[in-house]
């Protein structure tokens, strides 16, 4: 395999684990509900998304023909990844969750 094929491929793995990362610690680190639920959905799409680029580069490098497989959860992944942080926001929003206090932009502050 060529190196530039290698670094490539090193990239988008490294760089997905990157994301995934930022990800898991912004689920512990951020203040209130909403911070937290974006930061998983946002990094942990982008991680999973890096890592599956690297993995299809490496398999259709290699000499293997290209799965399917990879694509259906990729596919899975950018659909329902976003569309679940955001009901979860919807329902925090309907329960009045408490924010941090230094949160801007509060949708039921005009009550």
Known sequence: ??????????????????FALVGSIGLIRLPDFFS???????????GV????IGSVIF??????????????ISMFLFITAPVSGHMMAKVAIHLKV?????????????E
């Open 1 to 18: 395999m060529n190196i530039w094929v290698e670094l490539v491929i090193s990239f988008f793995l490294l760089g997905g684990a990157l």
């Open 36 to 46: 937290r639920v974006h930061a998983p959905t946002t990094g942990t799409t982008l």
């Open 49 to 52: 998304g890096g890592t599956i």
């Open 59 to 72: 398999f259709n490098v290699t000499g293997h023909f290209l799965s399917l497989h990879e694509l259906l």
């Open 98 to 110: 408490k924010l941090a206090p230094g949160t801007r932009g509060k949708p039921w502050s005009s």
